[in-house]
């Protein structure tokens, strides 16, 4: 079985400054791994993947992610927010072995304050 | 490319009556279909999954029924909603041939009054 944490239900942050928000996972396979945002009364939109290769990848709006075996993290991070960055984002796995299966986290809400 | 349409954007419904939410894709064919819920302030919980016609496959006991009568269309029912039922409702599809995530639609805001 897998499942995912995001350790932070909200995240305040002054705009242009750094945010990171974080991601644990558990799985007793490999894994693929996911961040998506969304926004007020909208759907998901994905913002990166890793399914394999470099551990650091990079979405779109400027967000990246490093994938953290020994850890089982995948934390998302941004070097200067915009107010724009606001929304909800969450971490999601799935076993690369699995049925197409994605585990989401409880999600993540950034505020990116004036 | 893979989309996925859901309507309406929006429904208010009383207490008691029936609901039918409903999805189709474009772009792709033999998807993995989900129904998904977002209650306030909480998460995504799956509510239904299906991997191919007139297969659902149920992960919460509850007052909603899923169908997929077309390889393209996934429709979420319920006979007689409760107060609890509002919520937002997303459809997602996972295409066969690369598994790159989900492709979410834009969803319906759902208020039981």
């Known amino acids: 079985a897998q499942s995912v944490t995001q350790l932070d239900s909200q995240v305040p942050v002054f705009e242009e400054a750094p945010v990171e928000l974080r991601c644990n996972y558990s799985?007793?396979?490999?894994?693929?791994l996911f961040w998506y945002v969304q926004y007020p009364n909208q759907g998901l939109q994905l913002l990166l993947k890793y399914l394999s290769g470099s551990t650091l990848v990079k979405g779109i709006n400027g967000f990246e992610a490093e994938f953290n075996k020994s850890q089982t993290s995948f934390h998302l991070r941004k070097p200067s927010v915009h107010i724009s960055d606001t929304a909800e984002y969450f971490c999601?796995?799935?076993?690369?072995?699995?049925?197409?299966?994605?585990?989401f986290g409880s999600g993540t809400q950034l505020t990116v304050l004036p | 490319s893979q989309t996925i349409h859901q309507w309406p954007a929006t429904l208010v419904q009383p207490v008691g009556s029936p609901l039918s939410l409903e999805c189709t894709v474009e772009?792709?064919?033999?998807?993995?279909l989900y129904w998904y819920r977002q209650a306030a302030g909480r998460g995504l919980q799956l509510l239904f999954y299906s991997v191919g016609i007139g297969q659902i496959s149920s992960e919460v006991p509850q007052n909603l029924s899923a169908s997929r009568p077309q390889d393209r269309q996934f429709i979420l029912s319920s006979k007689k909603l409760l107060l609890s039922d509002s919520g937002f409702y997303l459809c997602a599809l996972v295409g066969q041939v690369n598994f790159y995530g989900y492709t979410f639609g834009s969803g319906t805001r759902l208020t039981v009054v």
């Open positions: 772009g792709t064919s033999n998807p993995n």
């Open positions: 799985s007793s396979v490999s894994v693929y």
């Open positions: 999601a796995v799935s076993s690369s072995g699995s049925a197409r299966q994605l585990t």
